[in-house]
């Protein structure tokens, strides 16, 4: 559905971007991981078409998308790192607002917004104003909004950030029901536990370019048994002495290296400005 290929993107002499490829098919959720200032956020944009590659190309269909309007464009969905809303406009008057510049009007454009609302759980909210709402309600009012044209390709640049657990549990629940509708999603974030519950395959960049993907399990394999600070039990286990070796830095899982383990075994462990 979504085809990224040999995407670069300079500013000045610095490379963001330097030979980033991806694809996601329908029905799949792949994550885009990185340190800070790894190359996502430029990547996302040149996925959407609000940036043009240097190189490289972006199809979604096989059609390409390009910065200007066209009917490829029109197929995605994004959902930006900063809340995006009217906050003096209701709820259904966002979506609305947001359908219409797709060119949708009349009863489908009041139908589609109503169904994007009950899909994040909004509906009894209609006609209440964003700047009533707490984080969590923002952010899923923000995923409505990228949904209610319908898109075959929905981008999604860090949607949890400053949410509680009961509105990130049900962005999650969300994204997986989009998943199961068909739809392709690309997902950026800085939280493992994220990924590891949602994403099909997982793509990492570092320095602009792509240093591992697979599923979660190839991924895993990368890790050295050393480096993985999990020990890895057969059978039951004492809760006394998982809070000992809790307490020693040491976690007990049965599955060997976590996606954590493997982020940082690739990109280190020293700070990012």
């Known amino acids: 559905m979504l085809v990224a290929t040999d995407l670069w993107k300079s500013y000045g002499a610095r490379a963001a971007v330097a030979g980033v490829s991806l694809d996601v098919r329908a029905g799949e959720i792949v994550g885009l991981l990185g ?4 190359g996502k956020s430029t990547t996302v944009a040149m996925l959407c078409g609000l940036a043009a590659p240097d190189r490289g190309s972006v199809t979604i269909g096989g059609t390409p998308v390009g910065r200007e309007a066209s009917a490829a464009k029109r ?3 994004l959902v930006t790192q900063e809340i995006s809303l009217y906050e003096e406009l209701g709820a259904q008057a966002n979506l609305e607002l947001f359908g219409a510049l797709y060119g949708l ?3 489908e454009l009041h139908e589609r917004a109503a ?12 006609k209440a104003r964003p700047a009533t709402f707490s ?3 923002k952010r899923r009012l923000n995923i409505a909004c990228a949904l209610v044209h319908d898109p075959d390709v929905l981008l999604l640049d860090e949607p949890t950030v400053g949410v509680d657990p009961q509105s990130r549990n049900a962005i999650f629940e969300n994204l997986e029901a989009l998943r199961a509708a068909g739809k392709a999603l690309v997902y950026t974030t800085h939280y493992m536990e994220e990924a ?3 994403c099909d395959r997982v793509v990492i960049v570092d320095h602009g370019r792509v240093i591992a993907s697979g599923d979660r399990e190839s991924l895993r394999a990368l890790v050295p048994p050393a480096n993985a600070r999990r020990l890895e039990v057969e059978g039951d286990i004492d809760d006394s002495l998982v809070a000992l070796l809790a307490a020693r830095g040491l976690a007990v899982h049965r599955h060997g290296a976590t996606l954590e383990d493997v982020f940082l075994h690739l990109t280190g462990r020293a700070l990012r400005d």
């Open 105 to 107: 009007e009349g009863r």
């Open 35 to 38: 340190p800070n200032g790894a």
């Open 115 to 126: 169904r994007a609302l009950a899909l994040v759980g909004l509906a009894a909210h209609a």
């Open 135 to 137: 984080g969590g309600m």
């Open 75 to 77: 197929r995605i969905g």
């Open 196 to 198: 590891e519950r949602l």
